[in-house]
């Protein structure tokens, strides 16, 4: 039975498309009013990659323009999110999950803090740990954790939408993984266990009836 759990935030705990407009509307006009030198179909593409990929990651692909992205990211690294989100439907399954909780997601600190707090699940989770992508990864702060609890791998479950971050670098770790992915987005993806709704977690954490 696992009763550790690494969760990622994005698109697991909650999903960004259900709340796109308190998350994204004001981000969505202040880079509208910036030159990121890319055409108007490529930011409409942009916008929506963004949903679901790290900004860095979407800036880097679409070659938003070097010279505007100190701004852009001296905005992102101090804006928050200040209007209530909604969990997913599925939430309950994780927040009924017996065991400690950790939040483990990649991005901006205040932004991410601030949607764990406008979620109102703060309560839920023994600890958050924003991973500065710049300058680590997800595999790292596992490590951390892991270290830091002398935690046993083999009582850890690692559950996230995204198979390239913490499903990937949970099975170079030996943990057991699994893969949120509602649209079929990694179908050739390794994970130990996958679904496309979190239905299934409870019997992947050996905690079913």
Request: glycine share 4%.
């Amino acid at each position: 039975m696992k009763r550790i759990f690494f969760i990622d935030l994005d698109n697991t705990i909650y999903f960004t498309r259900q709340n796109e407009e308190q998350l994204m509307g004001e981000l969505y006009r202040f880079l509208e009013s910036v030159d990121l030198g890319i055409s108007k179909e490529d930011f409409r593409l942009a916008k929506q990659e963004m949903l679901r990929t790290p900004f860095l990651k979407v800036a880097e692909k679409y070659r938003f323009k070097k010279e505007t992205m100190p701004e852009v990211i001296s905005h992102l690294q101090n804006r928050f999110v200040t209007q209530p989100l909604k969990p997913s439907d599925d939430y309950h399954y994780i927040k009924s999950l017996i065991g400690r909780k950790f939040i483990v997601t990649a991005g901006f600190p205040k932004q991410q803090q601030s949607k764990v707090k406008m979620l109102g699940i703060a309560d839920d989770f023994e600890e958050v740990h924003v991973v500065d992508v710049s300058t680590s990864n997800k595999k790292k702060t596992f490590e951390m954790l892991i270290d830091q609890h002398q935690l046993n791998k083999d009582d850890i479950l690692i559950i996230g939408d995204d198979a390239e971050s913490e499903i990937k670098f949970g099975l170079e770790l030996g943990i057991t993984t699994f893969l949120l992915d509602p649209e079929n987005l990694h179908p050739n993806a390794e994970s130990t266990f996958r679904g496309s709704d979190l239905s299934s977690l409870h019997a992947a954490a050996g905690q079913s009836n």
